[in-house]
């Protein structure tokens, strides 16, 4: 007796189907994850570092204020850029792109 007939003999016809999620909805669902951490994520970024940019790193303490700017000016550009990689992702994702 194979298998198949001993599962027919006790009622079982079909196999069961896997219980994982389908792919596209799993990565739907984590790129809609991905886009609620990038404020959470930003934040740290540009926040945690900040008391290292006011560090005395010469000795007449010039040149501060414009590696803070363009810090903070840089960040800001990496979040725009990943906030339209992640947009772009989802529009395409719901449409089954």
Do not use: C
Not at 72 to 86: K, N
């Amino acid at each position: 007796m194979n298998r198949d007939e001993q599962q027919q003999g006790l009622g079982v016809t079909e196999r069961a189907s896997p219980q994982f999620l389908d792919l596209k909805s799993y990565r739907h669902k984590r790129i809609i994850d991905a886009a609620k951490l990038l404020p959470v994520i930003g934040a740290a970024g540009l926040f945690f570092p900040l008391p290292f940019l006011f560090m005395d790193k010469s000795p007449s303490g010039a040149g501060g204020a414009t590696e803070v700017a363009l810090f903070f000016f840089g960040g800001w550009i990496v979040l725009i850029v990943a906030a339209l990689l992640l947009s772009r992702a989802l529009i395409n994702s719901a449409t089954g792109d």
